[in-house]
Protein backbone atom coordinates (compact mmCIF):
# COMPACT_ATOMS: atom_id res chain seq x y z
CA UNK A 1 0.00 0.00 0.00
CA UNK A 2 1.46 3.38 -0.78
CA UNK A 3 0.28 6.61 0.75
CA UNK A 4 -2.34 8.86 -0.31
CA UNK A 5 -1.01 12.09 0.11
CA UNK A 6 1.82 13.27 -2.55
CA UNK A 7 3.95 16.16 -1.84
CA UNK A 8 4.04 19.28 -4.55
CA UNK A 9 7.43 19.31 -5.25
CA UNK A 10 10.09 16.86 -3.69
CA UNK A 11 13.98 16.04 -3.98
CA UNK A 12 15.86 12.62 -4.85
CA UNK A 13 19.14 13.29 -3.91
CA UNK A 14 20.38 9.75 -4.95
CA UNK A 15 24.31 9.12 -4.52
CA UNK A 16 26.28 9.32 -7.58
CA UNK A 17 27.99 5.86 -7.41
CA UNK A 18 27.74 3.21 -4.89
CA UNK A 19 30.15 -0.22 -4.66
CA UNK A 20 28.85 -2.43 -1.74
CA UNK A 21 30.16 -5.98 -0.80
CA UNK A 22 33.07 -7.97 1.08
CA UNK A 23 36.70 -6.66 -0.56
CA UNK A 24 34.85 -3.36 -2.15
CA UNK A 25 37.99 -1.38 -0.90
CA UNK A 26 39.81 -2.58 -3.80
CA UNK A 27 38.06 -1.24 -6.42
CA UNK A 28 39.11 2.33 -5.05
CA UNK A 29 41.77 2.24 -7.97
CA UNK A 30 39.30 2.13 -10.37
CA UNK A 31 37.51 5.57 -8.91
CA UNK A 32 40.89 7.34 -8.70
CA UNK A 33 41.17 6.05 -12.46
CA UNK A 34 37.40 7.33 -13.18
CA UNK A 35 37.73 10.73 -11.83
CA UNK A 36 41.23 11.35 -12.74
CA UNK A 37 42.97 11.87 -9.50
CA UNK A 38 46.65 11.23 -8.97
CA UNK A 39 47.09 12.09 -5.15
CA UNK A 40 44.73 11.31 -2.39
CA UNK A 41 44.43 12.99 0.85
CA UNK A 42 43.30 10.01 3.16
CA UNK A 43 41.52 11.60 5.74
CA UNK A 44 41.23 8.58 8.19
CA UNK A 45 39.56 8.06 12.21
CA UNK A 46 42.76 7.30 14.37
CA UNK A 47 41.32 4.43 16.28
CA UNK A 48 41.21 2.27 12.82
CA UNK A 49 44.31 3.81 11.57
CA UNK A 50 46.34 1.19 13.06
CA UNK A 51 44.87 -2.02 11.21
CA UNK A 52 43.20 -0.38 8.22
CA UNK A 53 45.36 2.45 6.38
CA UNK A 54 47.59 -0.06 4.73
CA UNK A 55 44.29 -1.91 3.46
CA UNK A 56 43.29 1.29 2.06
CA UNK A 57 46.58 2.83 0.61
CA UNK A 58 48.29 -0.68 -0.65
CA UNK A 59 45.65 -0.60 -3.62
CA UNK A 60 46.21 2.22 -4.28
CA UNK A 61 50.29 2.29 -4.40
CA UNK A 62 50.09 -0.81 -6.43
CA UNK A 63 48.19 1.27 -9.39
CA UNK A 64 50.56 4.06 -9.08
CA UNK A 65 48.79 6.57 -7.23
CA UNK A 66 50.14 8.88 -4.49
CA UNK A 67 48.45 9.05 -1.02
CA UNK A 68 49.15 11.47 1.83
CA UNK A 69 47.04 10.23 5.25
CA UNK A 70 45.55 12.55 7.79
CA UNK A 71 44.70 11.33 11.20
CA UNK A 72 43.24 14.22 13.14
CA UNK A 73 39.79 13.66 13.32
CA UNK A 74 37.52 13.48 16.13
CA UNK A 75 34.16 12.09 17.30
CA UNK A 76 31.45 14.34 16.88
CA UNK A 77 34.10 16.68 14.62
CA UNK A 78 34.10 20.48 15.24
CA UNK A 79 34.86 23.53 13.58
CA UNK A 80 38.54 23.82 14.57
CA UNK A 81 39.71 20.61 13.38
CA UNK A 82 37.72 20.68 10.34
CA UNK A 83 39.35 23.73 9.73
CA UNK A 84 42.83 22.79 10.28
CA UNK A 85 42.18 19.83 8.09
CA UNK A 86 41.18 21.82 5.45
CA UNK A 87 44.76 23.30 5.77
CA UNK A 88 46.46 19.90 5.42
CA UNK A 89 44.44 18.89 2.29
CA UNK A 90 45.76 22.19 0.41
CA UNK A 91 49.57 21.72 1.77
CA UNK A 92 49.71 17.65 0.46
CA UNK A 93 48.85 19.14 -2.64
CA UNK A 94 46.17 16.13 -3.40
CA UNK A 95 44.10 16.23 -5.66
CA UNK A 96 41.27 13.80 -4.23
CA UNK A 97 39.67 12.77 -0.50
CA UNK A 98 39.27 9.66 0.57
CA UNK A 99 37.48 9.79 4.15
CA UNK A 100 37.98 6.64 6.17
CA UNK A 101 36.15 5.57 9.30
CA UNK A 102 32.51 6.34 10.98
CA UNK A 103 30.46 9.18 10.86
CA UNK A 104 32.63 11.62 11.97
CA UNK A 105 35.57 11.05 9.44
CA UNK A 106 33.15 11.17 6.37
CA UNK A 107 31.79 14.29 7.45
CA UNK A 108 35.22 16.21 8.21
CA UNK A 109 36.13 15.17 4.77
CA UNK A 110 32.71 16.94 3.80
CA UNK A 111 34.20 19.68 4.98
CA UNK A 112 37.44 19.60 3.88
CA UNK A 113 36.06 19.27 0.56
CA UNK A 114 33.89 22.65 1.14
CA UNK A 115 36.69 24.43 2.28
CA UNK A 116 38.84 23.29 -0.32
CA UNK A 117 36.56 24.98 -2.77
CA UNK A 118 36.01 28.27 -0.87
CA UNK A 119 38.55 30.88 -0.17
CA UNK A 120 41.58 29.95 1.62
CA UNK A 121 40.72 32.18 4.77
CA UNK A 122 37.04 30.63 4.64
CA UNK A 123 36.06 27.92 8.15
CA UNK A 124 33.75 25.46 8.06
CA UNK A 125 31.81 27.90 10.77
CA UNK A 126 30.63 29.86 8.00
CA UNK A 127 29.01 26.82 6.32
CA UNK A 128 26.70 25.35 8.83
CA UNK A 129 23.84 25.86 9.00
CA UNK A 130 20.40 24.12 10.66
CA UNK A 131 19.51 24.36 6.83
CA UNK A 132 22.39 23.31 5.04
CA UNK A 133 20.31 23.03 1.66
CA UNK A 134 19.42 26.90 1.70
CA UNK A 135 23.48 28.41 2.13
CA UNK A 136 25.48 28.65 -0.84
CA UNK A 137 28.04 26.32 -1.34
CA UNK A 138 31.37 26.56 -3.31
CA UNK A 139 30.27 25.27 -7.06
CA UNK A 140 31.15 21.67 -8.13
CA UNK A 141 34.23 22.10 -10.21
CA UNK A 142 36.15 24.02 -7.62
CA UNK A 143 35.48 21.04 -5.16
CA UNK A 144 37.70 18.36 -5.48
CA UNK A 145 36.05 14.58 -5.67
CA UNK A 146 35.75 12.79 -2.68
CA UNK A 147 35.28 8.97 -2.16
CA UNK A 148 33.66 7.88 1.44
CA UNK A 149 35.19 4.20 2.97
CA UNK A 150 32.07 3.90 5.81
CA UNK A 151 34.50 2.05 8.66
CA UNK A 152 30.72 2.40 10.47
CA UNK A 153 26.99 0.83 9.60
CA UNK A 154 25.32 3.72 10.83
CA UNK A 155 25.37 7.19 9.45
CA UNK A 156 25.02 6.56 6.06
CA UNK A 157 26.92 9.95 5.52
CA UNK A 158 28.93 8.13 2.95
CA UNK A 159 25.65 9.00 0.26
CA UNK A 160 24.03 11.62 2.65
CA UNK A 161 24.64 15.41 1.09
CA UNK A 162 26.00 16.82 4.52
CA UNK A 163 29.07 16.45 7.28
CA UNK A 164 27.42 17.32 10.90
CA UNK A 165 30.00 19.63 12.44
CA UNK A 166 29.91 20.81 16.04
CA UNK A 167 30.35 24.59 16.94
CA UNK A 168 32.16 24.51 20.37
CA UNK A 169 31.67 27.97 21.32
CA UNK A 170 27.29 27.30 20.72
CA UNK A 171 27.45 23.47 21.80
CA UNK A 172 25.32 22.93 18.57
CA UNK A 173 25.85 20.16 15.76
CA UNK A 174 25.19 21.78 12.49
CA UNK A 175 25.41 20.66 8.72
CA UNK A 176 27.71 21.69 6.30
CA UNK A 177 26.83 20.44 2.88
CA UNK A 178 23.87 20.18 0.15
CA UNK A 179 23.36 17.88 -3.02
CA UNK A 180 26.77 19.19 -4.13
CA UNK A 181 28.49 17.43 -1.41
CA UNK A 182 27.11 13.67 -1.30
CA UNK A 183 30.23 11.89 -2.11
CA UNK A 184 31.36 11.23 -5.86
CA UNK A 185 31.19 7.21 -4.67
CA UNK A 186 30.77 5.40 -1.31
CA UNK A 187 32.70 2.56 -1.30
CA UNK A 188 31.19 0.54 1.08
CA UNK A 189 33.06 -3.05 2.33
CA UNK A 190 31.56 -4.59 4.83
CA UNK A 191 34.53 -6.56 6.07
CA UNK A 192 35.83 -2.93 7.30
CA UNK A 193 33.07 -3.25 10.68
CA UNK A 194 34.80 -6.42 11.47
CA UNK A 195 36.72 -4.92 14.29
CA UNK A 196 33.66 -2.72 15.79
CA UNK A 197 33.18 -3.83 19.42
CA UNK A 198 30.27 -4.68 20.17
CA UNK A 199 28.36 -1.16 21.90
CA UNK A 200 29.92 0.83 18.43
CA UNK A 201 27.54 -2.04 16.10
CA UNK A 202 24.61 -1.64 17.76
CA UNK A 203 24.87 2.15 18.50
CA UNK A 204 25.81 2.87 14.87
CA UNK A 205 22.89 0.24 13.63
CA UNK A 206 20.63 2.27 15.95
CA UNK A 207 21.42 5.65 14.37
CA UNK A 208 20.65 3.97 10.53
CA UNK A 209 17.25 2.64 12.04
CA UNK A 210 16.73 6.12 13.18
CA UNK A 211 17.41 7.45 9.83
CA UNK A 212 14.85 4.97 7.65
CA UNK A 213 11.91 5.48 10.51
CA UNK A 214 12.28 9.13 10.66
CA UNK A 215 12.46 9.40 6.98
CA UNK A 216 9.57 7.11 6.02
CA UNK A 217 7.14 9.46 8.56
CA UNK A 218 8.78 12.61 7.98
CA UNK A 219 6.59 15.18 6.11
CA UNK A 220 9.30 15.13 2.88
CA UNK A 221 8.67 11.26 2.64
CA UNK A 222 8.35 10.26 -1.10
CA UNK A 223 5.97 7.53 -1.58
CA UNK A 224 8.71 6.30 -4.13
CA UNK A 225 10.86 5.19 -1.31
CA UNK A 226 8.63 3.45 0.75
CA UNK A 227 9.61 0.24 0.17
CA UNK A 228 13.13 0.67 -0.02
CA UNK A 229 12.69 1.88 3.55
CA UNK A 230 10.67 -0.70 4.74
CA UNK A 231 13.71 -3.39 3.43
CA UNK A 232 16.20 -0.91 5.17
CA UNK A 233 13.68 -1.85 8.79
CA UNK A 234 13.49 -5.32 7.91
CA UNK A 235 17.52 -5.40 7.73
CA UNK A 236 18.19 -4.11 10.72
CA UNK A 237 15.70 -6.07 12.81
CA UNK A 238 17.03 -9.28 11.23
CA UNK A 239 20.74 -8.43 11.32
CA UNK A 240 21.35 -5.94 13.95
CA UNK A 241 21.31 -8.62 17.08
CA UNK A 242 23.46 -11.13 14.61
CA UNK A 243 26.37 -8.34 13.81
CA UNK A 244 26.53 -7.32 17.66
CA UNK A 245 26.97 -10.93 18.63
CA UNK A 246 29.22 -12.28 15.93
CA UNK A 247 31.26 -9.11 14.73
CA UNK A 248 32.76 -11.48 11.42
CA UNK A 249 29.15 -12.34 10.26
CA UNK A 250 29.98 -11.25 7.09
CA UNK A 251 26.50 -11.67 6.30
CA UNK A 252 24.67 -9.75 8.96
CA UNK A 253 27.46 -7.25 8.39
CA UNK A 254 26.77 -6.93 4.89
CA UNK A 255 23.31 -6.43 5.37
CA UNK A 256 23.78 -3.85 8.00
CA UNK A 257 25.69 -2.01 5.49
CA UNK A 258 23.19 -2.10 3.43
CA UNK A 259 20.89 -0.47 5.74
CA UNK A 260 23.25 1.99 6.51
CA UNK A 261 23.20 3.12 2.86
CA UNK A 262 19.26 3.01 2.27
CA UNK A 263 19.00 4.83 5.51
CA UNK A 264 21.73 7.61 3.97
CA UNK A 265 19.39 7.65 0.83
CA UNK A 266 16.39 7.97 2.53
CA UNK A 267 17.30 10.81 4.99
CA UNK A 268 19.03 12.96 1.86
CA UNK A 269 15.99 13.53 0.48
CA UNK A 270 13.16 13.14 3.22
CA UNK A 271 15.26 14.16 6.13
CA UNK A 272 15.00 13.27 9.55
CA UNK A 273 13.22 14.55 12.60
CA UNK A 274 12.73 15.26 16.16
CA UNK A 275 14.56 12.39 17.29
CA UNK A 276 17.79 14.04 15.93
CA UNK A 277 17.15 17.21 17.51
CA UNK A 278 16.80 15.60 20.54
CA UNK A 279 19.73 13.39 20.22
CA UNK A 280 22.15 16.07 18.92
CA UNK A 281 22.03 18.03 22.44
CA UNK A 282 23.08 14.60 24.01
CA UNK A 283 26.32 14.59 22.32
CA UNK A 284 27.50 18.12 22.57
CA UNK A 285 25.82 18.50 26.37
CA UNK A 286 26.46 14.82 27.64
CA UNK A 287 28.89 13.72 25.14
CA UNK A 288 26.95 10.27 23.99
CA UNK A 289 27.43 8.75 21.07
CA UNK A 290 25.22 9.51 18.36
CA UNK A 291 23.26 6.58 17.47
CA UNK A 292 23.15 5.63 20.74
CA UNK A 293 21.67 9.13 21.04
CA UNK A 294 19.23 8.58 18.42
CA UNK A 295 18.26 5.17 19.82
CA UNK A 296 17.27 6.36 23.39
CA UNK A 297 15.28 9.27 22.20
CA UNK A 298 13.20 6.96 19.11
CA UNK A 299 11.08 5.12 21.06
CA UNK A 300 9.38 8.21 22.84
CA UNK A 301 9.46 10.34 19.87
CA UNK A 302 7.47 7.09 18.00
CA UNK A 303 5.25 7.17 21.07
CA UNK A 304 5.06 10.89 20.24
CA UNK A 305 3.95 10.87 16.87
CA UNK A 306 2.01 7.76 17.04
CA UNK A 307 -1.22 9.43 16.80
CA UNK A 308 -0.28 11.24 13.69
CA UNK A 309 0.96 8.23 10.86
CA UNK A 310 -0.79 4.99 12.53
CA UNK A 311 -1.18 3.50 9.17
CA UNK A 312 2.92 3.83 8.95
CA UNK A 313 3.64 2.79 12.10
CA UNK A 314 1.99 -0.10 11.93
CA UNK A 315 3.76 -1.13 8.70
CA UNK A 316 6.92 -0.17 10.65
CA UNK A 317 6.14 -2.77 13.52
CA UNK A 318 5.72 -5.47 10.91
CA UNK A 319 8.51 -4.79 9.17
CA UNK A 320 10.31 -5.66 12.45
CA UNK A 321 7.97 -8.19 13.41
CA UNK A 322 5.97 -9.75 10.79
CA UNK A 323 3.42 -11.05 13.17
CA UNK A 324 2.73 -7.34 14.42
CA UNK A 325 -1.08 -6.51 14.11
CA UNK A 326 -0.66 -3.14 16.24
CA UNK A 327 1.11 0.56 15.47
CA UNK A 328 2.27 1.17 19.57
CA UNK A 329 4.40 -2.46 18.84
CA UNK A 330 6.60 -0.32 16.70
CA UNK A 331 8.47 1.43 19.62
CA UNK A 332 8.51 -1.51 21.73
CA UNK A 333 10.10 -3.51 18.98
CA UNK A 334 12.35 -0.70 18.95
CA UNK A 335 13.09 -0.95 22.66
CA UNK A 336 13.49 -4.46 22.56
CA UNK A 337 16.29 -4.57 20.15
CA UNK A 338 18.20 -1.55 22.38
CA UNK A 339 17.50 -4.18 25.22
CA UNK A 340 18.97 -7.53 23.04
CA UNK A 341 22.24 -5.73 21.52
CA UNK A 342 22.87 -4.56 25.43
CA UNK A 343 22.23 -0.66 24.82
CA UNK A 344 20.89 1.53 27.67
CA UNK A 345 17.40 2.73 27.33
CA UNK A 346 17.35 5.35 29.94
CA UNK A 347 19.57 8.84 29.87
CA UNK A 348 19.87 8.44 33.39
CA UNK A 349 21.77 5.02 33.12
CA UNK A 350 24.02 6.59 29.82
CA UNK A 351 25.60 9.12 32.61
CA UNK A 352 22.92 12.15 31.60
CA UNK A 353 22.95 14.73 34.66
CA UNK A 354 18.52 16.07 35.02
CA UNK A 355 19.93 19.52 35.55
CA UNK A 356 20.67 19.73 31.34
CA UNK A 357 17.48 18.82 30.45
CA UNK A 358 15.99 21.81 30.18
CA UNK A 359 18.80 23.62 28.48
CA UNK A 360 18.74 20.84 26.11
CA UNK A 361 14.80 20.67 25.20
CA UNK A 362 15.50 24.77 24.55
CA UNK A 363 18.32 24.16 21.62
CA UNK A 364 16.68 20.98 20.49
CA UNK A 365 14.22 23.71 19.35
CA UNK A 366 16.63 25.93 17.90
CA UNK A 367 17.91 22.45 16.23
CA UNK A 368 15.26 22.50 13.09
CA UNK A 369 14.99 18.58 12.57
CA UNK A 370 11.95 18.08 14.52
CA UNK A 371 10.07 20.55 12.02
CA UNK A 372 9.96 17.33 9.62
CA UNK A 373 8.01 15.62 11.87
CA UNK A 374 3.86 15.69 11.21
CA UNK A 375 3.55 17.09 14.46
CA UNK A 376 5.13 20.06 15.87
CA UNK A 377 7.24 20.28 18.55
CA UNK A 378 7.87 23.27 21.46
CA UNK A 379 10.50 23.50 24.08
CA UNK A 380 8.19 21.94 26.76
CA UNK A 381 7.56 18.76 24.45
CA UNK A 382 11.25 18.46 24.05
CA UNK A 383 11.37 18.34 27.68
CA UNK A 384 9.15 16.02 28.21
CA UNK A 385 10.14 13.40 25.83
CA UNK A 386 13.69 13.71 27.26
CA UNK A 387 12.24 13.18 30.65
CA UNK A 388 10.10 10.17 29.36
CA UNK A 389 13.47 7.93 29.18
CA UNK A 390 15.22 9.49 31.82
N1 LIG B 1 26.46 13.06 7.57
C1 LIG B 1 25.36 12.47 7.95
O1 LIG B 1 24.44 12.36 7.16
C2 LIG B 1 25.26 11.93 9.34
C3 LIG B 1 24.15 11.17 9.72
C4 LIG B 1 24.12 10.69 11.04
C5 LIG B 1 25.16 10.97 11.92
N2 LIG B 1 26.20 11.74 11.52
C6 LIG B 1 27.34 12.08 12.42
O2 LIG B 1 28.25 10.97 12.42
C7 LIG B 1 28.97 10.97 13.68
C8 LIG B 1 28.92 9.58 14.30
O3 LIG B 1 29.51 8.65 13.42
P1 LIG B 1 29.64 7.10 13.83
O4 LIG B 1 28.46 6.71 14.61
O5 LIG B 1 29.91 6.35 12.60
O6 LIG B 1 30.86 7.07 14.84
P2 LIG B 1 32.29 7.79 14.80
O7 LIG B 1 32.72 8.07 13.42
O8 LIG B 1 32.23 8.96 15.74
O9 LIG B 1 33.23 6.67 15.40
C9 LIG B 1 33.00 6.21 16.73
C10 LIG B 1 34.17 5.37 17.18
O10 LIG B 1 34.23 4.18 16.41
C11 LIG B 1 35.55 3.86 16.09
N3 LIG B 1 35.51 3.04 14.87
C12 LIG B 1 35.00 3.39 13.66
N4 LIG B 1 35.07 2.34 12.82
C13 LIG B 1 35.66 1.32 13.49
C14 LIG B 1 36.02 -0.01 13.13
N5 LIG B 1 35.74 -0.52 11.94
N6 LIG B 1 36.64 -0.76 14.07
C15 LIG B 1 36.88 -0.27 15.32
N7 LIG B 1 36.55 0.99 15.71
C16 LIG B 1 35.95 1.77 14.80
C17 LIG B 1 36.21 5.21 15.91
O11 LIG B 1 37.61 5.13 16.11
C18 LIG B 1 35.54 6.03 17.01
O12 LIG B 1 36.23 5.89 18.21
C19 LIG B 1 28.32 12.02 14.55
O13 LIG B 1 29.11 13.19 14.57
C20 LIG B 1 26.98 12.28 13.87
O14 LIG B 1 26.47 13.58 14.10
C21 LIG B 1 26.27 12.19 10.24
FE1 LIG C 1 21.90 9.94 12.79
Redesign the pocket.
Known amino acids: MTSAKIPVMYNYDWPGRVKIGAGAVNTLPDYMALFGGKHAFVLI????RPF?LDTITAPLHAAGYTTTPYDK?I???DVPHTDAAAAAYRESGADVIIGV???????MG?GVRVLAGADPAASSRQYMSSNPDAKPMPAIRDMPEMFAV???A????EV?????I?DPETHR?G?I?GVSVIPSAAICDPE??????NF?TA??GV?TLS?LIEAYISIYAIPTMEEMILRGIRLVGENLRQATAEPHDLTARHHMMEAAMLG?IA??SSY?GSC?SLA?QL?TFADM???LACGIMLPPQMNYLLSAAPEKYLRIAQALNPRATDAAEAPQAVHQLLVDCGLPTKLSDAGVNEEVIDTMADNAIIDGNWMCDPIAADEAKMAELYRAVY
Open positions: DPGVMVPNPGGGSALDKPTTGTGSTPWGVTKGGLTYGLPLATDHGISVHHSHHG
